[in-house]
């Protein structure tokens, strides 16, 4: 569903832009130069109806560009860079927008900029180079604000919006979509506008607001049947298919997957095809339909080899893993688990290769804003004296007309600018702050992705190659054996706790809503791994909406995690009871067993529970450990 939408987004992001004629309006265009203008619209025009026919317009606009400008030869690879987007080759879709951006680096012609900006930040996002795309799509808004295009402003936020539902930033996520939303409000039948709702209702699905979620698809659908959209339509049946999925509605689930099938047949994208039969693959998992897991996910992988689509080829590979496994089929599942190694490390290296490509961005300089605004300012000045020319020359003739008409235009002219000057300081305020919080997310990222890509995929690697030894090479003694399983189990629990981290980091703040879902999540693993202790969570619904920071977050939901793990590993109990409340002004958080205790006069604590004391007593809260022998032990913290 995010590649589709992706790759949507990509394509409506061209689909109404407006030309940049401020500077050409009094440029007479040869005969040759007006063609290729023609065939350059023509070209972004087919973005939603015949995608294939782009380049053939991208070649006749390349047969005419030999002795013309840079701005000319541009357009041939901005519709060359469009053509391979849209038939998924993201290399040669990189290879021309960069061609683009260097052929563009003197130009005054802002709207070929924005393509460029906007084609080369929609590709590091497909490609989850965050940074990059961030840098690029902020270049590509503040040239649209220049021309003050509020259809490209709207498209560019909802893009924006898009970028942060992927990095998990929900928060900005939904800031930028309601700006998107609010700019677009007067182009509803426009695709920018569909491409913003359908990720608002993509972040709805993501919070649990399936219902919401779903009467955001309903609208998306309806004015899809209005601009006869396919494409978009798709991925609307797509978001609504995953909903009902989710929401164990197996039966709706499978008609809208099936939907969306029939479209991605009739428009031949093989990638989107393939991914269809992968989601339907997944539903059969659901519905416990092992003929159809087969069925599905074998077609999704021979379409997606078909096309070279790895991670098409790598999603159905990991998929069957699990279900083998699930089937107690180990030999099968080690099997796919190897083919699932090689195309990620194939994934990978690509990966590498393109972040090997050179290439430089541009940025209007500190120097060149300062010789711009010394060059409005005289500008400003000249038009200033050649008016007071006209007021004195229209007082010699009508003195009083003119005295009349002088102190209106003096009062209009201050109200305006104390006006402006307000505007002007409340935007600058807020961009200021924008990129103070695009700084500090893109370090966070810079961190949180070095520790994802680097050390989770070494840990990965180490389960994958103690797996390989334990069912590849059918070890039989029991004390090797038991070495690997500890191995593997530790390394799995290390992933999870780095996972954990990287959650955190990016993260500005947490809620109550926030913790309760991660340590729910952390409940239901206990709970499978020891099947013998009943685990019961409570959590005071007064709590959801209160708002703690990152650090006050992380420390208390690992103090839980390791009084839940003291409770498993010592207590020999039967029964774990965790409840959060509010009480008067503090909140409360009690965890207890009914294990067999110790006495606490009589006993030293340990690292464990000193280690909870003092990460509670940094955040400037107050733990207390109470035990009966033969009776459990109940933890209290108050924050």
């Given at each position: 569903?995010?590649?589709?939408?992706?790759?949507?987004?990509?394509?409506?992001?061209?689909?109404?832009?407006?030309?940049?004629?401020?500077?050409?309006?009094?440029?007479?265009?040869?005969?040759?130069?007006?063609?290729?203008?023609?065939?350059?619209?023509?070209?972004?025009?087919?973005?939603?109806?015949?995608?294939?026919?782009?380049?053939?317009?991208?070649?006749?606009?390349?047969?005419?560009?030999?002795?013309?400008?840079?701005?000319?030869?541009?357009?041939?690879?901005?519709?060359?860079?469009?053509?391979?987007?849209?038939?998924?080759?993201?290399?040669?879709?990189?290879?021309?927008?960069?061609?683009?951006?260097?052929?563009?680096?003197?130009?005054?012609?802002?709207?070929?900029?924005?393509?460029?900006?906007?084609?080369?930040?929609?590709?590091?996002?497909?490609?989850?180079?965050?940074?990059k795309s961030l840098k690029n799509l902020l270049n590509a808004l503040k040239l649209s604000e220049k021309l003050k295009d509020s259809l490209m402003i709207g498209g560019i936020y909802a893009n924006l919006g898009q970028l942060y539902l992927q990095k998990e930033e929900m928060k900005l996520a939904k800031?930028?979509?309601?700006?998107?939303?609010?700019?677009?409000?007067?182009?509803?039948?426009?695709?920018?506008?569909?491409?913003?709702?359908?990720?608002?209702?993509?972040?709805?699905?993501?919070?649990?607001?399936?219902?919401?979620?779903?009467?955001?698809?309903?609208?998306?659908?309806?004015?899809?049947?209005?601009?006869?959209?396919?494409?978009?339509?798709?991925?609307?049946?797509?978001?609504?298919?995953?909903?009902?999925?989710?929401?164990?509605?197996?039966?709706?689930?499978?008609?809208?997957?099936?939907?969306?099938?029939?479209?991605?047949?009739?428009?031949?994208?093989?990638?989107?095809?393939?991914?269809?039969?992968?989601?339907?693959?997944?539903?059969?998992?659901?519905?416990?339909?092992?003929?159809?897991?087969?069925?599905?996910?074998?077609?999704?992988?021979?379409?997606?080899?078909?096309?070279?689509?790895?991670?098409?080829?790598?999603?159905?590979?990991?998929?069957?893993?699990?279900?083998?496994?699930?089937?107690?089929?180990?030999?099968?599942?080690?099997?796919?688990?190897?083919?699932?190694?090689?195309?990620?490390?194939?994934?990978?290296?690509?990966?590498?290769?393109?972040?090997?490509?050179?290439?430089?961005?541009?940025?209007?300089?500190?120097?060149?804003?300062?010789?711009?605004?010394?060059?409005?300012?005289?500008?400003?000045?000249?038009e200033l004296q050649i008016k007071k020319k006209n007021t004195q020359f229209q007082i010699l003739s009508l003195i009083s007309l003119a005295l009349i008409t002088i102190g209106y235009l003096i009062y209009r002219q201050q109200k305006l600018k104390n006006k402006q000057q307000e505007q002007e300081f409340?935007?600058?305020?807020?961009?200021?702050?924008?990129?103070?919080?695009?700084?500090?997310?893109?370090?966070?990222?810079?961190?949180?992705?070095?520790?994802?890509?680097?050390?989770?995929?070494?840990?990965?690697?180490?389960?994958?190659?103690?797996?390989?030894?334990?069912?590849?090479?059918?070890?039989?003694?029991?004390?090797?054996?038991?070495?690997?399983?500890?191995?593997?189990?530790?390394?799995?629990?290390?992933?999870?706790?780095?996972?954990?981290?990287?959650?955190?980091?990016?993260?500005?703040?947490?809620?109550?809503?926030?913790?309760?879902?991660?340590?729910?999540?952390?409940?239901?693993?206990?709970?499978?791994?020891?099947?013998?202790?009943?685990?019961?969570?409570?959590?005071?619904?007064?709590?959801?909406?209160?708002?703690?920071?990152?650090?006050?977050?992380?420390?208390?939901?690992?103090?839980?995690?390791?009084?839940?793990?003291?409770?498993?590993?010592?207590?020999?109990?039967?029964?774990?009871?965790?409840?959060?409340?509010?009480?008067?002004?503090?909140?409360?958080?009690?965890?207890?067993?009914?294990?067999?205790?110790?006495?606490?006069?009589?006993?030293?604590?340990?690292?464990?529970?000193?280690?909870?004391?003092?990460?509670?007593?940094?955040?400037?809260?107050?733990?207390?450990?109470?035990?009966?022998?033969?009776?459990?032990?109940?933890?209290?913290?108050?924050?």
């Open positions: 569903m995010i590649k589709r939408i992706l790759v949507l987004l990509f394509i409506v992001l061209f689909s109404c832009q407006k030309e940049d004629t401020n500077r050409q309006e009094s440029k007479a265009f040869t005969k040759n130069q007006k063609q290729i203008i023609e065939w350059f619209r023509i070209a972004k025009s087919l973005r939603n109806k015949k995608h294939f026919l782009i380049k053939n317009y991208a070649d006749s606009i390349q047969s005419l560009i030999k002795n013309e400008s840079n701005d000319f030869k541009a357009t041939a690879k901005i519709a060359y860079g469009i053509y391979y987007n849209s038939i998924n080759n993201d290399s040669l879709s990189f290879k021309n927008f960069n061609a683009s951006f260097n052929l563009l680096k003197d130009s005054k012609v802002d709207s070929l900029k924005i393509s460029t900006f906007a084609g080369l930040g929609n590709y590091y996002k497909h490609t989850g180079q965050y940074e800031q930028h979509l309601i700006l998107a939303v609010n700019y677009l409000e007067n182009y509803k039948l426009n695709p920018h506008y569909l491409v913003a709702i359908h990720t608002m209702a993509n972040l709805q699905g993501m919070n649990g607001n399936l219902k919401e979620a779903l009467k955001i698809d309903e609208e998306g659908l309806k004015i899809c049947e209005k601009i006869k959209s396919d494409n978009l339509k798709a991925t609307f049946l797509d978001n609504k298919a995953n909903c009902f999925m989710f929401s164990n509605q197996l039966d709706s689930a499978k008609y809208y997957f099936n939907e969306c099938l029939k479209l991605d047949l009739l428009s031949k994208n093989e990638k989107q095809i393939s991914d269809s039969y992968a989601n339907l693959a997944q539903l059969a998992i659901f519905c416990n339909n092992d003929a159809e897991v087969l069925n599905f996910a074998n077609k999704s992988i021979e379409i997606a080899k078909n096309v070279n689509y790895n991670p098409g080829i790598a999603k159905s590979y990991n998929l069957l893993v699990d279900f083998y496994k699930n089937k107690g089929n180990y030999k099968s599942a080690l099997e796919y688990s190897n083919k699932y190694q090689s195309v990620y490390k194939s994934l990978i290296n690509e990966r590498k290769e393109v972040a090997a490509a050179e290439f430089k961005t541009i940025y209007e300089t500190e120097k060149k804003e300062k010789e711009l605004l010394i060059s409005k300012t005289k500008i400003a000045e000249s409340q935007l600058k305020s807020a961009i200021k702050e924008i990129e103070n919080q695009n700084q500090l997310h893109e370090q966070r990222l810079s961190i949180s992705r070095d520790l994802h890509d680097n050390i989770g995929a070494q840990l990965t690697f180490v389960i994958s190659s103690v797996d390989n030894l334990k069912f590849g090479n059918k070890i039989t003694d029991t004390k090797i054996n038991n070495q690997l399983t500890k191995i593997s189990d530790f390394t799995k629990a290390t992933i999870i706790e780095l996972r954990d981290t990287i959650w955190a980091m990016n993260k500005d703040e947490f809620s109550f809503e926030d913790l309760r879902s991660r340590i729910f999540n952390f409940i239901e693993k206990a709970k499978i791994a020891k099947e013998d202790i009943d685990f019961e969570f409570k959590i005071d619904e007064q709590l959801s909406e209160i708002k703690l920071s990152s650090f006050i977050g992380i420390n208390i939901y690992r103090t839980i995690q390791e009084a839940i793990n003291n409770s498993i590993k010592y207590s020999n109990g039967n029964k774990i009871y965790v409840d959060v409340k509010k009480m008067n002004n503090k909140i409360q958080i009690e965890i207890q067993d009914n294990g067999k205790g110790f006495d606490i006069e009589n006993i030293d604590f340990g690292n464990g529970l000193r280690n909870m004391k003092k990460r509670i007593e940094e955040i400037d809260g107050e733990f207390e450990v109470n035990s009966i022998v033969e009776k459990g032990t109940r933890i209290s913290i108050f924050i």
